[in-house]
């Protein structure tokens, strides 16, 4: 089983960056982003379940989408107006169960995880 994360880099203040995930070896029901900021605990982004059940952290509502392309067992996280606090390593989680969105945010929610990739918004 592996997630392999992509899709971050340096962009300005305002502008947009999407990440990928692809899953391999095995087919999960809820996958999910995660950010870690230096220095910070890592923190609760999106998550999106079968069924279409979605969850946005506060910080990120209407500014970041989380979908899935269940052909190429992808997810994506669509960022836009982002913000230097939106600094952080980026990482996407997976889980076989279809998690009710209370416990989405959790880390321990999620048995499989990528390795990260790092977005850096600054000027």
């Known amino acids: 089983v592996q997630l392999q994360a992509s899709g971050g880099g340096l962009v300005q203040p305002g502008g947009s960056l999407r990440l990928s995930c692809e899953a391999s070896?095995?087919?999960?029901?809820?996958m999910a982003w995660f950010r870690q900021a230096p220095g910070k605990e890592r923190e609760f982004v999106a998550a999106?379940?079968?069924?279409?059940?979605?969850r946005y952290a506060n910080s990120v509502k209407g500014r970041f989408t989380i979908s899935r392309d269940n052909a190429k067992n992808t997810v994506y996280l669509q960022m836009s107006s982002l913000k230097p606090e939106d600094t952080a390593v980026y990482y996407c989680a997976a889980t076989q169960k279809s998690l009710i969105t209370g416990i989405m945010a959790t880390t321990l929610s999620y048995e499989s995880w990528g390795q990260g990739t790092l977005v850096t918004v600054s000027s």
């Open positions: 070896g095995r087919t999960f029901s809820t």
């Open positions: 999106r379940r079968t069924g279409n059940i979605m």
